[in-house]
């Protein structure tokens, strides 16, 4: 396994280094964002850990090149900012996972192995049924390239059927999967909330993508009937 640490803290770069090799990971290390580009480009690496502050160009700048090029190597994301935001915008732009300044390097060892184990990442985040495309990140929706707003139990029924374009589900396993177990209504909780979704999602568009299969469930058509 072959790895890249970016981190500009040669204190922190040698300490976590000297670590890993004696995890027996081979690690190349990069002092700024120019650097670790140059690696990045130049090597197929198991994993990449990088630090948002960087001389150069930042963390940030570099997560988002990396991932032009490759989206599947897993990236963990070292900072001393713990804010949310800076964690949600790392993470649409393409981090695996969060470690925050000062960490325990046990904590760094686990979750560099558990990022190892689950290997290369298949990342497309959108899931596309016809022309519908359901952004399970961001959670845009988009029909025909037209932004969709949806409240968020709308989007979390649409983002299951769209998970299972074709295949028809009955009631209880949309409620199972989008309300959650102290869910305790009626079951016609979801006819209501298709209704919502159709006059949002197909009301407006030509073809008909929802599918009702009468006493049975509902369904996302991917391929759309004329
Ligand atoms: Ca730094």
Known sequence: MRLLLVEDEKKVSDLVAR???AERYAVDVAEDGPQGWGLAESYSY???ILDLMLPGFSGTELLKRIRRKNQEVPILVLTARDATEEKVHNFEAGADD????PFAFAELLMRVKALLRRGPV???SVLRVADLEVDRLTQQVRRAGRRIDLTPKEYALLEYLAA???RVLSRTMIIEH???QSFEGLTNIVDVYVRHLRAK???PFPVKLIRTVRGVGYGLNDEPAP
């Open 19 to 21: 670590a890993l090799r």
């Open 46 to 48: 198991d994993l990449i």
């Open 164 to 166: 299972n374009p074709g």
């Open 178 to 180: 989008v309300w959650d």
């Open 122 to 124: 298949a990342r497309s």
């Open 201 to 203: 999602v197909d009301d």
């Open 98 to 101: 969060y470690l925050t300044k």
